[in-house]
């Protein structure tokens, strides 16, 4: 049955009021994500710029963006560091439920039953919305993307320190101002010249440990609010189909 108007009023008024302050606690609830976000970005971004002693002494790492850097540590372009290529396959050749990962421009990986590598390797997006922000580190059989750059046969830098560091900082630096064009499409000078700052090898690991156990820290984190917003998304739900049901009293 329909209630009288003005109790009708009254859970309008009501639910307005409850479902205003869960929405609010959702909202502060995803902000929280976001800035634990933020957070592992900062701490990873220190890591492999500034290393983990705090008694290190700096120098002058004569790349503006990059400023100081341990002692030392020196700085190489990425053409130095591993053998940059491309993928030869195009996004038709796709197959659902493939035996091989194919990283596309996407952040999500598709299928294939074939492979080109079998190594480890770190690639980005060569065009597309991803340019500069998609990143993916893999190691074993898996093919890509003709406009997917393909990073590999690393020398002198540990595969997923590599990857740590490009993540963090390429998109932020070389696709901005005079590199950035109106087309999102990233060419290969940007990044065989891109410099990266190398620590020695042991220093690579310890960083690698270090910024894992950030991420896995802060993704407890993540998923523990995910949680509380899915129980607020739920309380709201409850309350309103109670509240106009009659079976709660407003």
């Keep these: 049955t329909i209630p009288p108007k003005p109790e009708?009023?009254?859970?309008?008024?009501?639910?307005?009021?409850?479902?205003?302050?869960?929405?609010?606690?959702i909202a502060k609830k995803q902000r929280q994500i976001e800035l634990l976000d933020?957070?592992?970005?900062?701490?990873?971004?220190?890591?492999?710029?500034?290393?983990?002693?705090?008694?290190?002494?700096?120098?002058?790492?004569?790349?503006?963006?990059?400023a100081d850097i341990p002692q030392h540590w020196e700085v190489k372009r990425l053409r130095y560091l591993c053998i940059v290529g491309t993928g030869e396959r195009d996004t038709k050749n796709s197959i659902p439920d493939g035996k091989y990962p194919f990283f596309v421009r996407s952040q999500t990986a598709e299928q294939i039953n074939s492979y080109g590598f079998d190594c480890e390797a770190v690639l980005?997006?060569?065009?597309?919305?991803?340019?500069?922000?998609?990143f993916h580190h893999f190691s074993g059989k898996f093919d890509a993307h003709q406009r997917v750059y393909v990073m590999r046969d690393f020398v002198e830098v540990l595969g997923r320190y590599f990857f740590l560091f490009l993540r963090e900082n390429f998109h932020r630096v070389a696709l901005t101002?005079?590199?950035?064009?109106?087309v999102d499409s990233l060419r290969r000078s940007m990044l065989t010249d891109f410099p990266i700052p190398l620590p020695p090898e042991d220093e690579q690991l310890a960083i690698i440990q270090h910024c894992d156990e950030i991420s896995e820290k802060i993704a407890d984190?993540?998923?523990?609010?995910l949680k509380e917003?899915?129980?607020?998304?739920?309380?709201?739900?409850?309350?309103?189909?109670?509240?106009?049901?009659?079976?709660?009293?407003v």
């Design 221 to 225: 984190l993540g998923r523990t609010t």
């Design 8 to 25: 009708q009023d009254r859970i309008v008024a009501f639910l307005d009021q409850k479902t205003a302050e869960i929405d609010a606690l």
């Design 177 to 182: 101002g005079d590199a950035k064009s109106t």
């Design 38 to 66: 933020e957070q592992k970005a900062i701490l990873i971004n220190h890591a492999v710029t500034r290393g983990l002693s705090p008694n290190s002494e700096f120098k002058p790492s004569g790349v503006e963006w990059i």
């Design 124 to 134: 980005t997006a060569g065009d597309g919305a991803g340019v500069g922000k998609v």
């Design 229 to 249: 917003i899915q129980s607020l998304k739920t309380l709201r739900s409850t309350l309103i189909a109670h509240a106009v049901t009659g079976r709660i009293k």
